[in-house]
């Protein structure tokens, strides 16, 4: 049988399953034969013990899993959370019914608001459960350990199991909820675990069924055939060829260069980055920085973050990006106001015009930070969605000392007139995960319109092959730093149309470097022409596949 569902990354894995334990039942509303205040002690003890718990594990994991565990650890104290509780416990219920009532109604409202708030939800219903257990002094729910390696399926995985899987004994996760920006899609990249997330009909796979996880393919096989799992060894053995074979440049068969560079959220990430081939920085999410954040950061911390990062790529580029805040990330100090769309709403460059101030204080802390190191700093702006807007933004950034400035273009707007735009800035790097969402008109957080946020779309290539002529028109660089740019056959097709440098998360970077490697710049604009003269994002894909596989059966027959 075959289940679809969302895969993160490139990777295969073969296995035998091992489901994660179901839930605890729920606990029984029942009147407690203990007082209130004897129940309240046993909720707070059990409460700050989890939070002590998801803390440790969190200082243990490191990465991003400890900003995950320590905000669910803060979560379990949650002033709010236990007002709540004790609300409950006035009325005589037990500890354990009243954690699971509170949970479940803050649960229910953060499923509500839909998106990333909604993927946090499934983090309240692992606290809850890990607050029950230990209340009836049950072990706390968690990834199974049967001793051998596995693959692991469950409903979706709280941050805390994801964080500390044992990469030797889990060969791959399935899960049946979550979606690709859930914290087990995005922690699963990071650790570089083979995942298929979303996969709804996973519910129906039991313990000991041999399974092929295959996530270039968006797939699971369960009872595989004998030829499909030594097709899937197969690919496994190259997976390993690959991440092993040496770090070179990115380039086109023929040596044309194709920079490859690296998302990072933090100057943490540059070692990794670096040892995984990163040529540079084609993005640097600032706003990351400052997600918790209730003032604008000081221009001194900025200088002090943005030099750590520079000098860690001395001697190579980084392309930071001014905050964008709004939307999914939204910044206290930056997005106050309630906006019934925050997606069309005053987010990126718009914010920041709004304030000023911010914008002014953040190139200052670039500036400086350029000054003193030996990478070279190009600096962007987000969100941009008219020429007058580049030209704001590039007459500031150079007043304030920056060299280089471009903007993203992630807007149709700007993609529409990226001759005018690029005309008024120095670069441009195209964000295709808003640029996918605002074509297609579909919110790029809402698994329900999954089947419009494809970057294959060819009215996405469209307007990535403007922006990539009106690029090489006026010989101004043209990079993608949005996650299409991971795709490794996409990839040769974002070349294809006139992509002149390609930013990623550094786990995807092998597979996009061998992707290129077989391609000439001819063969990646016959991909690009395939994919473009397609109906739909499937069948682009389909037929810059096909174009792929002609190319390779040529060049067999021809050697
Ligand atoms: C994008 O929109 O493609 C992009 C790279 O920016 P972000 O994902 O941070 O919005
Ligand atoms: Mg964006």
Redesign the pocket.
Known sequence: MEIRGTGIGQGVAVGPVVRMADALPEPVDRPSHLDPEREGERARASLSVVAAELANRGAKAGGAAKDVLEAQSMMAEDPSLIDEVTKLLATGKTAERAVYEAFAAYRDLLAGMGGYMAERAADLDDISQRVIAHLLKLPPPGVPNPGHPFVLVARDLAPADTAMLDLDQVLGLVTSDGGPTSHTAILAREKNIVAVVGAADAATLADGDMVVVDAADDLVVSDPTTEQVAHANERIAERAALEAAPVTPGALSDGTPVPLLANLGSADGAAEALKLGAEGVGLFRTEFLFLDADAAPSVREQQEHYTRLLTAFAGRKVVVRVL?AGADKPLAFLNDAHEENPALGLR?IRALRHSEVILREQLTALAAADAATDAELWVMA??IATVEETRYFERLAKELGIRVAGV?V?TPSAALVADRVLAACDFASI?T???TQYTMAADRLLGTVANLQSPWHPAVLRLIADVGAAGAELGKPVGIC?EAAADPLLAVVLVGLGATSLSMSPSALADVRASLARYSPDDAKALARAALAAEGAAEAKQAAQAAASDITTARTSAS
């Open positions: 964008d990126g987000p969100m993203m992630e964000g995960n808003d640029l949005g």
